[in-house]
């Protein structure tokens, strides 16, 4: 129900949460009419959206109910293709130590701290199609 009502346009892309847990998620995306480019292949966007949905989870896994809230904020992606995406393609991030510290971190001193999570994705078959490179910005929230 999240994606529907917090990312509709993932949602109707395709894009799911298959496996999280504090240190790792794993987010996938089909090869459908809804994600495809004119290139038989899926779109770079929607290649996007599930890597950035691999490291989100597994950060807002780490913030659920934080006291202070913590606030956080895409600040940079980055990423390079290696194989064209024909089929359903899988993106892990194994960064929900590094989200940790980041979120105590700032917590601590009350400073924004930023994290560069590593999505991987891979096809049913194990080869890497893309990676991705999505710093976060992670801000405690001050108590009113």
């Known amino acids: 129900m999240f994606l529907l009502t917090k990312l509709p346009a993932a949602y109707i892309a395709g894009v799911r949460v298959r496996e999280a847990n504090e240190e790792k998620c794993i987010a996938s995306v089909p090869y459908k009419w809804l994600s495809q480019n004119p290139f038989r292949s899926t779109y770079f966007a929607c290649l996007s959206m599930a890597a950035e949905l691999s490291t989100g989870a597994l950060a ?7 006291d202070p809230p913590v606030s956080m904020l895409v600040v940079k992606v980055e990423s390079e293709y290696f ?4 089929g359903r393609t899988y993106f892990t991030c194994e ?10 971190d700032t917590v ?6 930023t994290v560069k999570a590593k999505s991987v994705g891979k096809n049913k078959e194990g080869d890497i199609i893309a990676e991705f490179y999505i710093t976060w910005s992670f801000k405690a929230k001050s108590k009113r």
Request: net charge positive.
């Open 60 to 66: 807002m896994a780490h913030l659920y109910k934080r």
């Open 83 to 86: 194989k064209k995406a024909a």
């Open 95 to 104: 960064d929900g130590g590094l989200f940790e510290k980041a979120i105590t």
């Open 108 to 113: 601590t001193n009350g400073e924004p701290v």
